[in-house]
């Protein structure tokens, strides 16, 4: 059984999907009828740059979006089989969504373009801070970040992306006594991550509030293939379900490990990533190694994928 699945923010580079579209329209289709609700030309940023452009989270959200929407698009278009259930790594939900026949895609485009500007300016540059841990287990890093806050800071997990590795986020202070304690406590390695704010975490509430109102009046509709949310390893089916665990995503942890073994326990053999980039395909052999592991970004990843799926 399949499963496609879309990753979020800091998979995107500039050239992405250049080569998928030599060969199929619908990419650089898809690419216009976001450029239309943006108002400038995401194509030619996302091939041109520079590179501090794409970087932008508000122009980063708009552009992973649409990368996986145009991958899902071109699947459909080369025969590929239809998968048993979908999710999506943060912003990716919003792909997943989509591509489900849940949410229009002009409408997420307009959202995410929002999300990043009110999750930019949740907290001023410099207040907040993330860290990838890697080598300790969940249990531990929790803990970590509990001493570490204090009373008046915040550091919590943000993502849970494999059985090893961790993302933490919240105060920078908080964040580097975190660090500074889990390198001490037997971490393989923390790195400090180039991000312009602390995502998944208490102080983005402020953009979840500011956000609610447009997902509220989002056209949203039952999907027609399963969606596994990040929020509560879900498939909801109900949108006014669908829409709570949107807004909650905003401040809550990514719970990438528990999305992928209830995609194992649904009977899921094959997980194919469409977009750029292999994170979330590198990530899946580290959670359920059985799982056959899959990307398509380029032709000959695609070809690759049809082939083993035929």
């Known amino acids: 059984m399949l499963a496609l699945v879309f990753p979020g923010q800091g998979s995107q580079s500039v050239g992405m999907l250049a080569q998928l579209a030599l060969e199929f329209s619908e990419v650089e289709q898809t690419f216009a009828e976001a450029s239309a609700v943006l108002g400038y030309d995401l194509w030619q940023v996302i091939q041109n740059g520079p590179d501090s452009e794409l970087q932008l989270t508000t122009i980063t959200q708009p552009a992973m979006l649409s990368a996986g929407v145009a991958v899902w698009r071109v699947w459909q278009a080369a025969g590929g089989p239809t998968p048993m259930v979908m999710a999506g790594h943060s912003l990716g939900e919003y792909s997943a969504l989509v591509c489900a026949g849940a949410l229009p895609f002009a409408q997420a485009v307009q959202l995410v373009r929002q999300r990043g500007e009110y999750m930019q300016q949740a907290v001023p540059v410099g207040v907040g801070a993330m860290a990838a841990v890697l080598g300790l287990e969940r249990a531990a890093v929790e803990r970590i970040c509990a001493d570490a806050a204090g009373s008046q800071q915040t550091v919590a997990v943000a993502n849970y992306n494999a059985p090893l590795q961790s993302v933490i986020a919240g105060h920078a202070d908080a964040v580097a006594r975190a660090s500074a304690a889990a390198q001490a406590s037997g971490a393989k390695r923390v790195i400090a991550l180039p991000v312009s704010a602390p995502f998944h ?68 053999t094959h997980m194919v990533e469409c977009g750029p980039g292999q994170v979330l395909a590198g990530l899946t052999k580290r959670i359920h190694s059985e799982l056959d592991s899959l990307s398509v970004q380029d032709p000959p990843s695609l070809r690759q994928a049809l082939a083993e799926l035929s």
């Open 201 to 268: 975490c208490a102080l983005m509430r402020p953009a979840a509030e500011r956000l609610a109102p447009a997902i509220v009046a989002t056209s949203l509709s039952e999907p027609g293939i399963q969606v596994i949310n990040n929020v509560d390893v879900e498939a909801a089916t109900e949108p006014d379900a669908i829409r709570d665990a949107l807004v909650r995503q905003i401040y809550s942890p990514v719970r990438w490990v528990e999305t992928v073994q209830a995609m194992a326990a649904r009977g899921v």
